[in-house]
């Protein structure tokens, strides 16, 4: 008999509050609670295709706290990184892209915009690096909306928080009363 006291004591503040008050409050920690699940997802997975000089590169978000810059055959560099724990990156330089008709089919001038894509890489790595970071945030960002717009719609499908434990029934609200006369059609 105790326990049920007890419980009933620990509770009551809740049974307290106004069933508006009870959905609002579902619906707030429900909109917290998935948007905050949908941001870790959204972050821990982003991705996206930038250059990196004169490379292509594919930079992915990892869960290792290393900034990892793989160089195909030459190796791989790998520094700790910047980036709030536990977030690192890692950059996969793929070949410098062989486009000759861009460069008016002459391969001199195509070494050319390689050696200045280099000087530039070299001269300003954060031109590079802010390109890489605004692809990387908004591919989380995108993630993120679609993640909580799943995790949202599912929860409403399930017709979870605004009518669980609310009370409900298939009758009228209390509000809503039956008028004492019928209506009757104009004639």
Do not use: K
């Not at 917290?32 to 996206?48: E, N, R, W, Y």
């Not at 560099?77 to 486009?99: A, H, N, Q, T, Y």
């Amino acid at each position: 008999m105790d326990t049920n006291r007890t419980a009933r004591r620990r509770w009551e503040w809740w049974h307290r509050q106004t069933p508006t008050t009870r959905r609002t409050i579902r619906a707030g920690l429900a909109l917290l609670v998935t948007g905050l699940v949908a941001l870790v997802v959204g972050m821990s997975t982003a991705s996206t295709h930038s250059s990196l000089g004169p490379h292509e590169a594919d930079y992915r978000v990892t869960l290792d706290q290393q900034v990892t810059v793989e160089l195909g055959p030459l190796g791989a560099l790998i520094v700790d990184s910047p980036l709030p724990w536990p977030l690192g990156v890692d950059v996969r330089v793929e070949e410098i892209p062989s486009d000759l008709e861009a460069a008016g089919g002459n391969p001199l001038t195509g070494l050319l915009g390689d050696l200045q894509a280099y000087g530039q890489l070299f001269g300003e790595p954060e031109a590079a690096v802010a390109d890489a970071v605004r692809g990387l945030v908004g591919d989380a960002l995108g993630r993120t909306v679609v993640a909580w717009s799943v995790m949202l719609a599912l929860l409403a499908s399930a017709g979870w928080p605004l009518t669980a434990g609310s009370g409900t029934s298939s009758r009228q609200p209390s509000h809503v009363q039956a008028s004492p006369c019928s209506h009757q059609p104009r004639r």
